[in-house]
């Protein structure tokens, strides 16, 4: 049995629905870090509602993602569909005694995470469907009043501004150190072509994939922005770490929607590497409000996927 809503959040939710004109037969709690997101069932449709009431995001950036969920929506894509409220937009504002808060609503997604058992015909599917939200987005007209985060090298920026003890070793540290430099390198190269970024989704895991009945959707948009498409299929790519025929198989997926130079695959490892250490360094400022993993076991096994994936470089 699901725990009782805390009475603000009913308040919260009640007040949400209204500017949509929709009366919930049955309200969920799914999950809340930044964002709370609640699962909404009417009499005939299941929606997804989502509270902002942390400070990760700013509302233009809001605003860019779901911008972004209409234009998949429109080109086929199996994302979350952005619902309108009674004055139109897609993000409502609410003033509350904690301040400003934004909310949305949008359809619910069906299906189910699969982790173990997947095949190479999955992973490829995987990352054609990878191709084909990138292909898409290159057709998006971003709206005037709205923006996207620049994934450049502030995708660093994490780790740049952590010390890292006590969390690292000195082996450790001097691992994480050579990352931070290579990625550095990377991300600020001016030889990188255009084509080679856009709009990326930035959290292309299994765990924001759901099969059903074959069918491929993609959920969780919430990190979108600019940055180097190579970062989303190296952040899937870590979900196969040790399985060297499902990464050709979403390698071979993807180029057969967007083809890649052999220059820019060779970088496929250290952005891998960079992703596990965004992961790490994302968990580590959640064990700081007492969330997220145990850190020591967690930090050992990210560090050994990493090394492993630095022996791949060319």
């Known amino acids: 049995m699901q725990p009782p809503l805390p009475s603000d959040s009913k308040m919260l939710i009640q007040e949400a629905l209204v500017n949509y004109g929709i009366e919930a037969q ?20 299941h929606f997804a509602l989502r509270i902002h009431t942390g400070n990760s995001r700013s509302e233009f950036h809001l605003q860019a993602e779901l911008a972004l969920l209409k234009h998949l929506n429109e080109a086929g894509l199996s994302v979350p569909k952005p619902i309108r409220n009674e ?3 897609f993000l409502t504002r609410l003033e509350s005694p904690k301040g400003l808060i934004f909310y949305d609503l ?6 189910d995470v699969r982790r173990k058992g997947l095949v190479q015909c999955d992973a490829y599917e995987l990352g054609q ?7 898409a987005s290159k057709t998006f007209i971003l709206p005037s009043n709205v923006a996207f985060p620049d994934y ?26 050579y990352i931070v430099n290579q990625a550095r390198t990377l991300l600020s190269q001016e030889r990188i072509e255009k084509k080679d970024i856009g709009i990326i989704h ?11 009945e074959g069918k491929l959707s993609v959920l969780d948009f919430a990190e979108c922005g600019l940055g180097l498409y190579l970062y989303d299929l190296a952040t899937m790519l870590t979900n196969f770490s040790d399985q060297p025929t499902l990464q050709e198989a979403l390698i071979k997926g993807y180029t ?17 590497a960079t992703r596990h250490l965004n992961t ?7 064990a700081k409000l007492g969330e997220g993993p145990d850190l020591e076991p967690h930090i050992n096994v990210r560090m050994a996927e990493i090394r492993g994936v630095i022996g791949k470089e060319a």
């Open 152 to 177: 450049d090298i502030t995708m660093l920026s994490p780790m740049i501004a952590q010390p890292l003890e006590p969390w690292f070793n000195e082996q450790d540290s001097e691992m994480v150190e």
């Open 26 to 45: 049955n309200v969920l709690p799914v999950r809340g870090w930044n964002t709370s997101v609640f699962s909404i069932t009417t009499t005939k449709e």
């Open 129 to 135: 469907n990878l191709g084909r939200i990138h292909e």
């Open 202 to 212: 930035k959290d292309y895991i299994l765990g924001n994939c759901l099969w059903q």
């Open 106 to 111: 949008t359809t619910w997604l069906d299906g």
């Open 280 to 286: 790490i360094f994302w968990n580590i400022e959640k």
């Open 87 to 89: 004055n139109e937009e």
């Open 256 to 272: 057969s929607i967007i083809p890649i130079s052999q220059e820019m695959l060779k970088r496929l490892p250290i952005l891998e």
